[in-house]
């Protein structure tokens, strides 16, 4: 798979957080796309100064593995709180320039708009692959909300500053929510709808349970192993 540079890598946090803030204007937070067929999933491993980074493709219709990259490289950023795209978007990079089926959505495992300066993880990724991205987090990184009803499917708004940066949605009956935002080319309410419906059975979307499971470590069948490390 193919995608553009946007920028070097080799920054100081200072140069970074400037970087975010210029490129956040970059996103398009409408439907830029027809039909999605394909979703995937992505997930970093970690070990001492490599990374194990997973992108999992599948059918939106079954859920099920059509094709799949785990990469080994090493990381070359720091933890930085607000900074993650930084540390994980090279590793992930290596594993997508090597996968052989273009995902007509990614789901990550992160934060899109829902980010101190409207620019997470999914936002960046979105930019630099050029295709629809979701931010689906386990954890708030910013924003208020009020608790949505218990029922699967239903959410509230997250907002900031009077501003609507995201939905805690519940994708499962009495489970906890999950924090959905935009990443890049599509909308908040079809994020939703699509993120709802990569859930099948858990809490999270398939695409981040089967990532995760690749980046952990666990031999999935049907992916391709690559070491750049």
Sequence with gaps: MQFQQLHPWDLTPKEAR????????????????????????????????????????????????????????????????????????PPLLVAFSHLQTK????????????HPRRFGLASHLG??????????????????????????GSYTHITDKNEIIGVALRTRTDVSVVYVSIGHKISLDS????????CDKYRLPETTRYAHKAATGKMLEGLHYVNAA
């Design 103 to 114: 995902p007509d959505l990614v789901i990550v495992d992160g934060q899109g708009l829902a």
């Design 191 to 198: 994020a939703r709808k699509l993120t709802l419906a990569c």
């Design 127 to 152: 930019l630099i692959l050029n295709i629809p991205t979701v931010g689906c987090a386990k954890s708030r990184l910013c924003g208020e909300y009020t608790q949505p009803e218990k029922q699967k």
């Design 18 to 89: 400037q970087l975010q803030n210029d490129l956040r204007t970059r996103v398009l937070k409408i439907d830029q796309f027809q039909d999605i067929k394909t979703v995937a999933g992505v997930d970093i491993g970690l070990k001492k100064d490599k990374a194990l980074a997973a992108v999992i493709v599948l059918n939106l219709t079954d859920l099920q593995i059509i094709d799949g990259v785990v990469a080994e490289s090493r990381i070359t950023f720091p933890y930085i709180p607000g900074l993650l795209s930084f540390r994980e978007i």
